[in-house]
C-alpha cells in the first residue's frame, strides 16, 4: 500500500545573476538572459512546478530586467534584497506553505550555496552546470501532469489577490471568509480524478491524518469498490478555483466505518475548510447507522489533522505508537459554516 | 485568573466578533470550529501561556467554554511547577 515516493521539487528557486541571465546587473544593465533559460522556466511551470526568485540585487532594477524579458509573471513571491539566501528562501516557503524538503535553489556561485546548505539541509541546492539536464532530473518530473498542476501558479496568483483583500479587510475572520462567496463542492472520484487523487496523496503532509499513499490503480479499485467510498473535494470562490484540494477514503465494513485517509492541500488551510469533509462523513454514517471511526499516524506535521478529529469529537480509542484509532459517537455533528455553501455531487 | 480571562476573551474576539463570549458559554455551539481555528486556539495558549498541550490533552471539554480553557491553563501550569 504505501511505497517510498522519491522526492519531487515543488518549487525552484533562482539566482539572478550569472544564474538566469549572464552578467551582474548593478555592473551592467545590458545583461543577456543565459541560453535556453525561459525554456526551462516555461517547462517547470506547465509541469506545475512553482519558481520563485532569491538574489542580492536592487528590488526595482532587477524587476524591471525580468519584465524587460518577459519572465516576471513565473516568480512568486521574488525575494530580492541584500538578506542571505537562506532567509530569503525561507520567506517564500512560508510565503507559499510548502515544506522545505520540495524546494531546489539554483546559484552559480559555491558561497551561496553552501550558506544554503547550510542553514537550511533539506534544500536541493544545484549548481548552473546542472541546467542543461534539469528537467530531466527524476525530482523535477512529476509522475503526473494534471489539470491542477497545469493552473498551479495561476492558482497561487489568485491566493496573492485573496491575501491582499484579506489585509485590507477590517471586520473579523468570519466576516471576511463570507465575502468570498466559497462554494465546496464533493464528489465521488471519477476517473479523471485519479491522477489528482494520486498527487494529492503524495504531495499533501501537514493536512494529512495518515500519509497512506495510494497508486493510480489503487485508487481506481477503490472508487469501484462496494466496501469504499472515496471522495475528492473542490472549492471555488470569486476569485476562481482552488481547484480538487481535498480527499478521503472511507473503508466500510457492515457494521463500522474505518476512515482510513483525510486530507486538504495547504493551499486551503486558510479557508477553513477542512472540517467540512469530515462533517459530511459523519453524517453519511449516522444516516447508515454505522460505527465510525477513524485511522491516524501522527508526524511532526500533522499535528493540525489531529486536532481536526479531536474537535469534531472523535476520541482515542486504541494507540500503538504514532498509529491512533480514534472513533465517533456520532451524537454532535456540525453544520456547515455560514461562510460557505456545501455542494454534494452523485 | 482575570488576567488570563482577558487575554483568552482577546483571542477569541478575533473569531467571535458580532458576540460577546460569556465565561461559560460553549465556543463549540457557536458554529465556527474549524480546524484552522483549533489549531490556532491550541498554539495562542502554548505560546501565550508556556504550556505544551499534548495528544491527551486534547479532549473538547478542554476548550469549550472559556472557564474550561482557564481551568485547564491552571492545571498545566500546576503540572509544571
Redesign the interface.
Known amino acids: 500500500m504505501e511505497k517510498k515516493e522519491e522526492k519531487k521539487i515543488k518549487c525552484v528557486i533562482w539566482d539572478l545573476d550569472n544564474t538566469i541571465w549572464i552578467g551582474t546587473l548593478l555592473e551592467d544593465s545590458r545583461v543577456v538572459l543565459r541560453e535556453g533559460i525561459v525554456e526551462i522556466i516555461k517547462t517547470l511551470d506547465s509541469r506545475g512546478i512553482l519558481q520563485s526568485i532569491a538574489s542580492k540585487n536592487e528590488y526595482k532594477m532587477a524587476m524591471e530586467k525580468l519584465e524587460e524579458f518577459g519572465i516576471s509573471q513565473y516568480f512568486l513571491y521574488p525575494q530580492i534584497n541584500w538578506q542571505p539566501k537562506s532567509a530569503s528562501i525561507k520567506k517564500i516557503v512560508e510565503k507559499i506553505n510548502i515544506g522545505m524538503d520540495t524546494i531546489a535553489f539554483i546559484d552559480d556561485q559555491p558561497f551561496e550555496r553552501e550558506e544554503v546548505r547550510h542553514s537550511l539541509p533539506d534544500v536541493l541546492c544545484l549548481d548552473v552546470t546542472v541546467l542543461a539536464e534539469l528537467l530531466d532530473l527524476p525530482e523535477m518530473n512529476p509522475r503526473f501532469i494534471t489539470e491542477d498542476s497545469k493552473i498551479r501558479r495561476l492558482m497561487y496568483l489568485s491566493d496573492l489577490e485573496r491575501e491582499r483583500q484579506e489585509e485590507v479587510f477590517t ?5 471576511f471568509l463570507a465575502t468570498l462567496n466559497m462554494v465546496f463542492t464533493i464528489s465521488p472520484v471519477k476517473e479523471g480524478d485519479l491522477q489528482r487523487a494520486e498527487e494529492l496523496t503524495v504531495r499533501t503532509h501537514q ?1 494529512n491524518t495518515t500519509g497512506y499513499t495510494y497508486s493510480y490503480e489503487e485508487l481506481d479499485n477503490f472508487r469501484r469498490s462496494k466496501d469504499h467510498k472515496l471522495f475528492i473535494a473542490s472549492l471555488e470562490d470569486k476569485f476562481g478555483t482552488y481547484g480538487k484540494i481535498g480527499l478521503a477514503l472511507i473503508e466500510c465494513r457492515p457494521k463500522e466505518w474505518i476512515i482510513k485517509l483525510l486530507l486538504m492541500s495547504c493551499r486551503v ?8 469533509m469530515l462533517n459530511y462523513i459523519m453524517e453519511l454514517a449516522k444516516e447508515a447507522n454505522v460505527h465510525l471511526k477513524a485511522e491516524f499516524v ?1 508526524t511532526d506535521r500533522n ?6 478529529y ?2 469534531a ?1 472523535f476520541k ?1 480509542i486504541e494507540e500503538d505508537g504514532n498509529f ?1 484509532v480514534l472513533e465517533n459517537n456520532l451524537e ?1 455533528i ?2 456547515v ?2 461562510y460557505i455553501r456545501l455542494k454534494v455531487v452523485d | 485568573m482575570e488576567e488570563k480571562i482577558i487575554k483568552i476573551k482577546a483571542f477569541l474576539a478575533k473569531f467571535f466578533r458580532k458576540h460577546e463570549l460569556q465565561e461559560d458559554e460553549d465556543i463549540f455551539a457557536l458554529g465556527f470550529v474549524n480546524s484552522l481555528f483549533a489549531m490556532q486556539l491550541v498554539m495562542f495558549l502554548e505560546k501565550e501561556f508556556g504550556i505544551v498541550i499534548d495528544n491527551k490533552d486534547l479532549d473538547l471539554n478542554n476548550f469549550r467554554t472559556i472557564k474550561a480553557i482557564v481551568a485547564f491553563v491552571d492545571h498545566k501550569l500546576n503540572l509544571a511547577s
Open positions: 471586520g473579523t475572520k468570519e466576516e493536512l488551510m486558510s479557508r477553513g475548510v477542512g472540517t467540512i501522527s499535528r493540525m489533522m489531529y486536532i481536526t479531536k474537535f469529537g482515542e491512533i454532535r456540525q453544520s459554516p455560514e
